[in-house]
């Protein structure tokens, strides 16, 4: 389609700026990843520690510009970013392998569960306007105000210090190996809880308030009225005309909130200690483990973009109008 295919040529020119960036960047910033080490080192490795240091980080200080841009396109499209300051020498790779699926695994299902829920929450109190759900508005309207973080740090005080329900810290417990065993898997689950709902409370309101108010507007049109004047069951003129039709904004939106949802998890995952993306994050600032920080931030901005991809393709799917105007 030609409107998936105008779309794809602009994300692509997004990933390259994206990428383009992220060489750019650091090495716009003062001093480099061998200068921070000695600095940690308050300057006591030898001459020859100090050259080692700068193959094995793949600093070459006389390469031009280009050469090192092109040397980069490459080391991004074989996944090679390096050597890991605050494991080192574990490869950046290994380190992002480690930790990734601990944060799709939390932050997808997380913010699939918040979307979904405010989804048909906000079809129910548009439609049943100034009804009981109706009455969800003001409780979603007070969450969505509180940081994500804030959420957090009240559930370890709550569920975690007062209470004692569920674990605060770590993604699995220490009795356990990482495996798939019924002990481990039972143990990582436990874990994710508090952090998944603290996610889910934090993004489930501007979903719930953004569709609501959406099923209002739409209920106003002429083809909904049509479908209640012709005697259609409430619940397909409810669905089938009225929310389909509403949701497209929350389609749209999923895809564009996701980057500040991902933002807020990773001072989630920080609060919990979660093994996650988030957390090695704050590791690498810590360190000032540059390789670690530029292949997290594009893996978060590539994330992004492959979450706006989807968002057109349903897009497409949901609403015929755009593939009459892509077919024109």
């Known amino acids: 389609m030609r409107f998936l295919a105008r779309r794809g040529v602009f994300y692509a020119l997004t990933a390259w700026a994206a990428i383009t960036l992220n060489f750019l960047i650091p090495r716009l910033m003062p001093g480099n990843p061998v200068e921070a080490q000695l600095a940690h080192h308050q300057g006591q490795l030898t001459y020859q520690a100090t050259k080692a240091l700068e193959v094995a980080f793949g600093i070459h200080l006389h390469e031009s510009v280009w050469a090192a841009y092109g040397q980069y396109w490459g080391n991004v499209i074989h996944g090679n970013f390096g050597l890991s300051f605050t494991y080192f020498p574990t490869p950046v790779s290994t380190v992002i ?24 929450i906000g079809i129910v109190a548009g ?74 409370f934090g993004s489930v309101a501007a979903n719930l308030i953004g569709m609501r108010n959406m099923m209002v507007s739409t209920m106003t049109e002429d083809f909904v009225l049509v479908g209640e004047a ?24 999923f895809a564009l909130n996701l980057g500040f949802v991902v933002s807020g998890a990773l001072l989630v995952e920080q609060v919990y200690s979660y093994p996650g993306i988030g957390y090695v994050l704050f590791q690498a600032v810590g360190s000032e ?40």
């Open 289 to 328: 483990d540059y390789p670690l920080m530029q292949a997290i931030f594009l893996i978060i901005t590539l994330t992004v973009l492959a979450a706006n991809i989807a968002a057109d393709i349903v897009f497409v799917l949901v609403d015929p109008r755009t593939r009459q105007g892509a077919m024109a």
């Open 230 to 253: 012709k005697g259609l069951p409430r619940k397909r003129v409810m669905f089938r005309y009225a929310a389909r039709n509403a949701i497209l904004p929350s389609v749209v939106g």
């Open 127 to 200: 439609w049943r306007r100034g009804g009981w759900w109706d009455s969800l508005i003001p409780a979603g309207a007070l969450f969505q105000g509180i940081p994500t973080f804030w959420i957090g740090l009240i559930a370890v005080s709550v569920f975690g210090i007062t209470l004692h329900w569920l674990p605060v810290s770590g993604g699995y417990s220490t009795n356990t190996v990482p495996s798939w065993t019924g002990a481990f898997i039972s143990s990582a689950l436990e874990h994710g809880i508090l952090p998944a709902l603290t996610i889910i």
């Open 97 to 120: 392998a480690r930790s990734l699926p601990w944060t799709l695994c939390l932050v997808g299902l997380s913010v699939i569960i918040a979307w979904v829920l405010g989804t048909l």
